[in-house]
Structures are given as structure tokens and as C-alpha cells.
């Protein structure tokens, strides 16, 4: 049972990343998934989930910049992040579970993606 995040790099100021997590060793279909993320010297924050008809929620800072695409073909999500700004620097995880899940404290995790967005 595992979750593998991906596409994480350096940008500048208003260019796009797509992060992807791969998932396995569970029914994904059964499951939502989110993405959170940690900034330096901060705690985790959630920024998204995506139920299983592909239908996803967002934290206000991101919601006109970030999209989710889920495939259930390939147990996937994937997190398209435009205009990505200097707050937005954190290491990125995905989470089987919604928003609930996660303010619980009980899920699993990944290991992370670090995005860095630096000029």
C-alpha cells in the first residue's frame, strides 16, 4: 500500500508544475485523495481533494490556480499548478483520504515532492 508523488522542481514566479501521485495496493476507486503540503517551519496544510467522479475542492489561495485530473484507469492524480507564486513553496504530499481524513491525523502518505518557486 503506497503513495508515490512526483514532479516537483524549481520555477520562477508565474510559471506551471504538474505534480503526479501514483497509487497502490488499494482499491483507489473507494477512496478520495488530497494533496497538503509543508512550507519551511510550517505545519501541514491542506490544499485539495478529489472525490471519485473527479469532482475536487480547493483552499482559496490556490482554487483559480490549481487543478486536480484523476484517472482511475491508472490509480492517479495529478495537481497542475499554474501561476505558482513564492508562498506556494513547500514540499507536496498526497493522502488517501478528503479533507476530513486529513484533520483526523490518521492517513497515508507519501513521501513528498519539493516545489520551489524562487527568481
Known amino acids: 500500500v503506497q503513495l508515490v508523488e512526483s514532479g516537483g522542481g524549481l520555477v520562477q514566479p508565474g510559471e506551471s508544475l504538474r505534480l503526479s501521485c501514483a497509487a497502490s495496493?488499494?482499491?483507489?476507486?473507494?477512496?478520495?485523495i488530497s494533496w497538503v503540503r509543508q512550507a519551511p517551519g510550517k505545519g501541514l496544510e491542506w490544499v485539495s481533494d478529489?472525490?471519485?467522479?473527479?469532482?475536487?475542492t480547493y483552499i482559496d489561495s490556490v482554487k483559480d490556480r490549481f487543478t486536480l485530473f484523476r484517472d482511475n484507469d491508472n490509480n492517479r492524480v495529478d495537481l497542475q499548478m499554474n501561476n505558482l507564486q513564492p508562498e506556494d513553496t513547500a514540499r507536496y504530499y498526497c493522502?488517501?483520504?478528503?479533507?476530513?481524513?486529513?484533520?483526523?491525523?490518521?492517513?497515508?502518505r507519501g513521501q513528498g515532492t519539493q516545489v520551489t518557486v524562487s527568481s
Open positions: 493522502v488517501r483520504g478528503g479533507r476530513n481524513t486529513f484533520l483526523q491525523g490518521t492517513y497515508l
Open positions: 495496493g488499494f482499491s483507489f476507486i473507494n477512496w478520495y
Open positions: 478529489v472525490d471519485n467522479t473527479g469532482t475536487g
